[in-house]
């Protein structure tokens, strides 16, 4: 028999899906999973950021933020085992990292776990469309200047899910149809996948075409890059590779878990042994153009909104990293040009000037609500001076 399939509660469309026990009876075949197949549809068909899958339980998609339960038979352990072929991975694996293409072109990343004793999943939707720079929100003049030097390191950071993948891969497109450069991206796993336009792409993945981060990047040095993509700096060994690349001559892109723009540059150095860290800050003052930090927040229109910090690293800020006062450089961000920097606080309350989040989660998301508080009175303000 058949089963409604659909989400309820965002999900406009409802999805009829047979896989009842006609399917996991006589007739299904151990090579194949519908139910994988169809969670993983949906997925893209609702706009999904995430499917999450447990064992016996129905699948879990990720929209806007929010987590939904799709009206779905439960995962079973012959799904999973589909699930750990496609990924590549044994089945006595306990964690793995992958990518999953779909036969209809939709790809996404794959972390396969256990939790409780029991295999789980999480896939992320990778969207095949990269987007203009300008339409993400991000400081599309100041990415666009970066992009355009033959060396330096420009740095992306913000949590999971912040969107840093799809800036990086804008500004790549960008050079993709500006300049004839070489390209070489290490990644975990591929996440856009280029067509050769002006530039020359050579994509590599983590544990498919190269061992490591840290040793992806050590070889492309060997491979005639103009411009790297580091997917994410884990460690000294990768940090200090990436450095150099933009020391002999390479334009480097380069991804980070850090809170801020300050934080980016004080968990580089701390990377690395005490010993260390002052000579790493001085080769870094002069190699890094610039910082981007982003969040996603939920936004009135029911989707997200964009949140930047960034700075471009010219003069003072040089000094200032090169000595370690990163207390100096949260300061120097928020009172600098926009052109050139602007902080968490300022994009936060362009975002309540332009209605684009509410109130609520302004302040939820301000890292210092009494300062916070400050803007928010300047800003009523103003509406009421204009009023007038």
């Known amino acids: 028999m058949g089963a409604w399939w659909g989400t309820s509660n965002f999900c406009e469309r409802a999805f009829l899906f047979f896989a009842g026990g006609y399917i996991r009876g006589r007739y299904f075949n151990p090579m194949t999973s519908p139910l994988l197949d169809e969670s ?32 779905s038979p439960p995962f079973l352990d012959s799904d999973f085992d589909v699930l750990w072929a496609r990924c590549r991975a044994q089945n006595n694996e306990l964690d793995h990292d992958s990518s999953l293409t779909t036969p209809e072109g939709s790809r996404f990343r794959v972390n396969l776990l256990h939790q409780l004793g029991n295999r789980a999943a999480v896939l992320r939707r990778i969207s095949s469309d990269i987007p203009d720079l300008e339409a993400l929100g991000v400081p599309a003049d100041l990415l666009r200047d970066w992009s355009s030097r033959k060396s330096g390191i420009i740095i992306l950071s913000g949590p999971t899910g ?47 075409d190269t061992s490591s981060f840290a040793e992806g990047l050590r070889r492309s040095l060997r491979q005639n890059p103009d411009v790297i993509f580091l997917g994410e700096i884990r460690d000294a060994v990768s940090a200090v590779t990436a450095i150099q690349a933009a ?36 080769t870094l003052s002069s190699q890094l ?65 332009d209605g684009r989040v509410e109130e609520s989660v302004a302040r939820e998301n301000a890292e210092n609500p009494q300062e916070f508080d400050r803007q928010l009175r300047g800003i009523s303000s103003s509406s009421q001076a204009t009023r007038r």
């Not at 706009?47 to 339960?69: A, C, E, F, W, Y």
């Not at 990086?168 to 856009?192: C, G, K, M, W």
């Open 40 to 71: 993983l549809r949906v997925a893209v068909e609702c706009g999904s950021s995430d499917l999450i899958l447990h064992l016996n339980k129905p699948p879990m998609v990720r929209m806007n933020g929010q987590l939904t339960t799709l009206q």
């Open 162 to 208: 912040s969107g840093k993948s799809t800036t990086v891969a804008a500004a790549l497109e960008y050079i993709n149809q500006t300049f004839s450069r070489h390209v070489v991206t290490i990644e975990d796993p591929v996440e856009y996948v280029f067509h050769s336009k002006v530039s020359l792409f050579t994509q590599r993945e983590v544990g498919i």
């Open 247 to 282: 020391e002999t001559g390479h334009l480097v892109y380069a991804t980070l878990h850090a809170s801020t723009c300050a934080d980016v540059v004080d968990r580089l150095q701390l990377l690395f042994p005490p010993t260390e860290r002052e000579s790493v800050r001085k």
């Open 289 to 353: 153009l610039g910082v981007l930090c982003q969040r996603l927040l939920p936004s009135t229109d029911g989707g997200r909104a964009l949140l930047c910090e960034y700075f471009s690293n010219t003069g003072y800020s040089r000094k200032i990293i090169s000595e370690g006062k990163m207390g100096e450089l949260h300061d120097l961000i928020s009172r600098s040009d926009p052109e050139n920097a602007r902080s968490f606080m300022a994009s936060l309350m362009q975002l309540l000037r």
